[in-house]
């Protein structure tokens, strides 16, 4: 089948195809529905605002007072806000101001997600053009952090100062300029007066750079159209993820990305990129057409080839990606559709070259970045552990005032894990204990002072916002932990280092399908197992037992540790442990 053909072929679209192809590039009737009184949009509209950086959900733990009471629309809706951070990175300001935010039009809590963005939940609808408005006026945007478009682009965070660092963190900027959707109604929906025609920025405010003022430099590759030269009006079939890491500092999760960019190194130099194609986790148990994935290398790019290559792919996707099913809609359906020489034929008719076959360079640590540590230049970085990324204050815990503190006193720039942690840079020696004692003061744990277990746990936020849940996860994993913590004591083990990822649903976006440990929301308080994966990502994990109450979790993996303990070979982690040992023996050892 030749690139042109793709475009010929007969298919019954998904409704939401039909909503991009009307929505004049994404704005459809949300002018008029954010002008209405109701409180909720409606689902042109909701699948629209994806795409601009909203969803739409509802408070599930009080469904029944909402009817009760006969609320308007029957719920107590509002809007999710995520907030775009390429490579996590970010001032102490614009943290600063999303406080201010999340407090004035949101439920008072701001969320570290695990793809180094930004999430408050909590806004009304009524509310949603002032919080966009004030993101874009301090610099940041909310554009593609959700939808059918190049998402967040992750790297790995640490801030090392040296040339490899800088250069990857380049990368992720240049990643998601080049993919930016090219559209106005961004700007004219949350920046511009709809009665003036004036760009009504929030005081204070950078440069709010519109579609209008961005020259848009052709790879010379087949085009979209004239408004979105990469994309076209109906944008791509499914999400799009990339990531940027490094052999040894794999806190990007690459070969969970649609595209991994693994920068190849000589000379304390990055020469070039693997591109590691195909990886996602979205999965529907009761769909056997759906399965997760890790991605595989595709490619060598010679540095400066490779967005030209990241092109070429994403189009591939775009003319050949399923739009009729978006339960196998993502690139990794495509690539296993089309198999693999197909696809790299194809990508190579678009980009127009050869393509490099990949260097060899196997995933061999992850940086999660944690701690103190000297970050090249005589000062220092403090990993800190926000655990499952939220930040807030409740009741002794005031983490969200300690870093209004720090802000005020330090202004560190930071920097969001792929972990969910919060990186402090550029400290002086000298303000080391002061920064110390400005997160104990406010009864903040110290990274040092978290387990490894904890500290290396995450967990996507499911109830009470997530529309999809099915369980319990970010609320449940912080009691389910203190249970493995103790476990694990029993055992001499709490020196281990492994993964633990939970999920309120099969769509994964904790990325629980290559840890350790993960726990997948399968029924009401019942999770799915997932055992055999581990810290560096770049194999997948099994199930291990399905329908695990909440309760039993931590007993069920405590009999796998024992196993672990007595049967380990030396140095051996705990997810290569099972790898090896496999699904069947550790069933026969540790009981049905
Ligand atoms: Fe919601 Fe499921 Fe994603 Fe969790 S994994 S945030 S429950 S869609």
Excluded at 88 to 107: H, I, K, P
């Amino acid at each position: 089948m030749s690139a042109d053909a793709a475009q010929d072929a007969p298919k019954k679209l998904t409704p939401v195809e039909g909503f991009k192809d009307a929505s004049n590039y994404l704005s459809g009737p949300i002018p008029e529905e954010l002008a209405n009184d109701a409180p909720n949009f409606t689902g042109e509209a909701m699948q629209l605002l994806k795409h601009h950086g909203s969803y739409e959900q509802d408070d599930r733990d009080r469904r029944k007072e909402a009817k009760a009471e006969k609320v308007p629309g029957g719920k107590y809706y509002s809007m999710m806000v995520r907030t775009v951070v390429p490579g996590g990175r970010m001032s102490s300001d614009q943290l600063m101001a999303q406080f201010d935010l999340c407090e004035e039009v949101g439920n008072g809590t701001l969320r570290l997600t695990t793809r180094q963005a930004i999430q408050v939940h909590g806004i009304l609808k009524s509310n949603l053009r002032h919080y966009i408005n004030r993101v874009v006026a301090i610099g940041q945007t909310t554009l593609a952090a959700c939808g059918d478009v190049c998402r967040n682009v992750m790297c790995s965070p640490v801030p090392k100062k040296n040339a490899v660092y800088d250069e990857m963190q380049a990368l992720a900027d240049r990643i998601k300029e080049h993919f930016k959707p090219r559209t106005g109604s961004y700007y004219e929906l949350w920046v511009t007066d709809s009665e003036t025609g004036e760009k009504t920025l929030a005081a204070g405010g950078a440069n709010a750079n519109g579609s209008g003022g961005y020259e848009f430099k052709s790879s010379g590759i087949k085009d979209g159209d004239g408004v979105e030269p990469i994309y076209g009006k109906t944008y791509l079939p499914r999400k799009f993820k990339m990531g940027v890491g490094l052999p040894e500092d794999n806190n990007a999760d690459l070969y969970s990305q649609d595209i991994g960019f693994l920068a190849i190194v000589e000379n304390e130099l990055v020469v070039g990129y693997n591109l590691i194609v195909g990886g996602g986790f979205g999965r529907t148990p009761s769909a056997a057409k759906t399965f997760a994935a890790v991605g595989a290398p595709l490619c060598y790019c010679p540095l400066g080839e490779e967005i030209s290559a990241a092109e070429a792919i994403m189009k591939v996707q775009r003319d050949f990606g399923d739009r009729t099913d978006r339960k196998v809609a993502r690139l990794k359906y495509t690539l296993n559709r089309l198999g693999v020489e197909k696809f790299k034929e194809l990508v190579e008719e678009y980009a127009g070259r050869a393509l490099d076959p990949p260097k060899d360079a196997p995933i061999t640590a992850h940086d999660d970045g944690m701690g103190w540590h000297e970050q090249g230049d005589g000062r220092w970085y403090y990993g800190l552990n926000v655990e499952n990324g939220r930040i807030k204050d409740d009741g002794d815990f005031r983490l969200k005032t300690a870093l209004r503190q720090i802000a005020a006193e330090l202004n560190p720039p930071l920097r969001i894990t792929g972990h969910q942690g919060l990186i402090l840079c550029d400290i002086d020696a000298g303000d080391k204990s002061k920064l110390e004692s400005l997160l104990t003061s406010h009864g903040v744990t110290l990274t040092e002072n978290v387990s490894n277990a904890r500290r290396w746990s995450m967990a996507c936020p499911a109830m009470p916002t997530c529309g999809l849940a099915i369980t319990e996860s970010e609320r449940a994993l912080p009691g389910i932990m203190t249970q493995i913590e103790e476990e694990l004591a029993k055992l001499g083990l709490q020196d281990e280092v492994f993964t633990t990822r939970m999920t309120g649903c099969p769509n994964g976006c904790a990325r629980p399908y290559n840890s350790d440990i993960g726990l997948v929301g399968r029924a009401k308080e019942k999770y799915t197992m997932f055992l055999g994966g581990g810290t560096l990502g770049y194999r997948l994990n099994w199930i291990y037992k399905d329908m695990v109450p909440a309760d039993q979790v931590a007993p069920e993996l405590a009999k796998v540790f024992a196993e672990f303990k007595a049967k380990r070979t030396e140095g051996e982690t705990f997810g290569d442990f099972c790898d090896r040992v496999g699904k069947e023996e550790l069933l026969a050892s540790c009981g049905e």
